[in-house]
């Protein structure tokens, strides 16, 4: 009697918890990716704004007359406003202004792996985390390529640390949570 009485409503209570337990995991999996895709739309337009910034500068008259002392006073203030550094770049490396140091400072040749990819297709490339020639923190770049009568005269860059990334998503991840972004490694 206790085994007919007791095994069904065993059976009937493991079927609600099984169900149950189904419900809050397909719940967690669609919180998730709200998170995900809010993280991604965050990180996205902070990125868009960058490259924006770049495209602005790339039409620069100071670089068209190669003065590239009044370029760096430019590049300088427009730091200042986006919380990130300016670089221009020879296509073979060699650092010609860099917001990081003042202006007049010996700059390294610092190529990237993105540079070729960026000349040949003539568009911009968000580099993978790398640690920087001046900085020595971890940076992402994004390189706009600047072409003059034809000929790409200039890479132009916007090099952020990784940290940046975090104070743009922050905002939309709940707390307690853990999310990772990675590169193309």
């Given at each position: 009697?206790?085994?007919?009485?007791?095994?069904?409503?065993?059976?009937?209570?493991?079927?609600?918890?099984?169900r149950?337990?189904?419900?809050?995991?397909?719940?967690?999996?669609?919180?998730?990716?709200?998170?995900?895709?809010?993280?991604a739309?965050?990180?996205?337009?902070?990125?868009?704004?960058?490259?924006?910034?770049?495209?602005?500068?790339?039409?620069?008259?100071?670089?068209?007359a190669d003065?590239?002392?009044?370029f760096?006073?430019?590049?300088?203030?427009?730091?200042?406003?986006?919380?990130?550094?300016?670089?221009?770049?020879?296509?073979?490396?060699?650092?010609?202004?860099?917001?990081?140091?003042?202006?007049?400072?010996?700059?390294?040749?610092?190529?990237?792996?993105?540079?070729?990819?960026?000349?040949?297709?003539?568009?911009?490339?968000?580099?993978?985390?790398?640690?920087?020639?001046?900085?020595?923190?971890?940076?992402?770049?994004i390189?706009?390529?600047?072409?003059?009568?034809?000929?790409?005269?200039?890479?132009?860059?916007?090099?952020?640390e990784?940290?940046?990334?975090?104070?743009?998503?922050?905002?939309?991840?709940?707390?307690?949570?853990l999310?990772?972004?990675?590169?193309?490694?």
């Open positions: 009697l206790v085994a007919v009485l007791v095994v069904p409503g065993s059976a009937f209570t493991g079927l609600l918890l099984t149950y337990a189904e419900s809050e995991r397909a719940r967690y999996e669609l919180e998730a990716r709200d998170v995900a895709r809010a993280v739309s965050v990180v996205d337009r902070d990125l868009t704004g960058l490259l924006t910034t770049l495209q602005t500068l790339a039409t620069s008259t100071n670089l068209a003065d590239l002392e009044g760096y006073k430019q590049a300088a203030a427009v730091k200042a406003f986006i919380g990130a550094d300016i670089g221009l770049r020879l296509p073979n490396g060699q650092q010609l202004v860099n917001t990081r140091v003042p202006w007049g400072t010996s700059l390294p040749a610092t190529p990237m792996g993105l540079d070729a990819q960026a000349i040949a297709s003539r568009m911009p490339v968000i580099s993978d985390v790398f640690t920087g020639a001046i900085a020595n923190r971890p940076l992402f770049a390189i706009l390529p600047v072409a003059v009568e034809g000929d790409v005269k200039y890479l132009l860059h916007i090099s952020a990784t940290d940046r990334v975090l104070k743009v998503m922050q905002p939309v991840v709940p707390k307690d949570w999310i990772g972004i990675g590169d193309r490694n």
